[in-house]
């Protein structure tokens, strides 16, 4: 019987399991979009640049709020609802402010001449467009998936104090934070 019991307790639940699926497959994806990368650069045409510092900055920024979404998980396991809201909420104002600087690191690349799109673009800096812009969309994904955890949680007459939602938000939360911060130093080494 205990054995049993342990084999039940190492059951992955099937939320989970579906997020690391899906995890695999946003891995493979960027792991093609960063290969095709390193292989058009070695093509004519490609020119050489430097990151804006906003890209630094906005690294900061995901890497704070995966402190801060850390906070708001433990403070939901230990039912501690106001300090789980403020920390949750700091979390998703982090996530719009990584993406604003994003935008605005997109602007500066525009500013210095460096054409994305369109005729006369350059192929680095497409790519770089649109790996980061597919990132960011994760992001975005990250945030509306918080704006639907907290009206299941703060929406309903009863309290539902399942933690398993928050757990996968904050899987996926990390997640995103440790794929920019590896396309951050991807592009940062590979300019």
Not at 113 to 131: D, E, Q, R, V
């Amino acid at each position: 019987m205990g054995d049993v019991m342990t084999v039940e307790q190492k059951k992955i639940h099937p939320y989970k399991f579906n997020l690391w699926l899906g995890l695999a497959g946003i891995i493979m994806m960027f792991a093609g979009l960063t290969s095709a990368y390193i292989v058009k650069r070695s093509q004519p045409g490609w020119e050489s640049f430097t990151l804006p510092r906003i890209f630094l900055y906005s690294t900061i920024v995901m890497l704070v709020s995966s402190v801060t979404i850390q906070v708001a998980l433990k403070a939901f396991r230990e039912r501690e609802m106001a300090r789980y809201r403020l920390f949750f909420g700091i979390t998703a104002i982090l996530g719009i402010v990584f993406m604003i600087m994003q935008i605005n690191g997109f602007y500066q690349f525009q500013a210095n001449g460096m054409k994305m799109i369109g005729i006369g673009s350059n192929p680095a800096y497409s790519f770089i467009l649109a790996i980061a812009g597919v990132h960011v969309l994760h992001v975005l994904g990250g945030l509306i998936a918080m704006l639907v955890i907290v009206s299941r949680v703060y929406g309903k007459k009863k309290r539902n104090y399942d933690s398993v939602p928050i757990e996968i938000m904050t899987t996926y939360w990390h997640f995103v934070d440790l794929l920019w911060v590896y396309l951050f130093v991807f592009f940062s080494l590979l300019h």
